[in-house]
């Protein structure tokens, strides 16, 4: 399918040709979040084609958006990475998953969740300007696997990664308890007294934890 050109000198229609197409925003969404396989987008992004997804990715790579790259042994792979042009879009991205939280519920049958995509809710409400000075190692099951994210406050402001620095506080938690937590609709007392969550470390912190973002209500 040829490319949509819109007849227009215009910073935005030339945005919408290059990320405006069905599925294109979904993948720059997972290759945020890290480098993937063909088959890793594949299965992350349920419905898509192969075809659809090679010509995306193609389209992407022409506009030096992704490119291709090798992993090292033992993995041995191929995968698509952001570029520096690519990874420009991480703002547009956070100000898009905040302006679709208006459009979020109710929740639609059928729909998934993909934990990892926390980090990127997390990272889209992170509070800036100073922040309680906590921080906190966040573990959500993901099938046979764990999803770790680092969330950490600071006179910068709350600062969001993938997991491995060291923590004041250990919560484990699904997806949607982590939500309920970041949105202050979960108190952090209720969601231990009701196991919702299991924590470990500093139990005191987890009340800051809420304060770390902003979560403004933005209703249509």
Known sequence: MPL???PQFCALARAAELIG????????????????????????????SSSVLAERLTRLDEADLVQRAHLEPPAASSVYELTGDGRALEPVIFAL????????????????????WIRLVLAAYAR???????????????????????????????????????ADATL??????VLGLMAGILR????LRQGQIRAQGDLEALSVFPHLFDVTEDRR
């Open 188 to 191: 952090p007392a209720d969601a």
């Open 172 to 177: 484990v938690a699904d997806a949607e308890a």
């Open 97 to 116: 998953i905040r302006w679709g939280a208006r459009y979020l519920f109710p929740a639609r049958p059928g729909e998934q969740l993909e934990p990892e």
């Open 4 to 6: 949509i050109r819109y």
């Open 21 to 48: 197409e069905r599925w294109t925003l979904l993948i720059i969404r997972e290759l945020l979040l890290g480098p993937k396989r063909f088959s890793d987008l594949r299965s992350r992004l349920p419905g898509i």
């Open 128 to 166: 800036k300007g100073r922040t309680p000075a906590h921080s906190f190692e966040i573990r959500m099951p993901a099938g046979e696997r764990e999803v770790v994210v680092h969330v950490a406050g600071g006179a910068k402001g709350t600062a969001v990664a993938q997991g491995g620095s060291p």
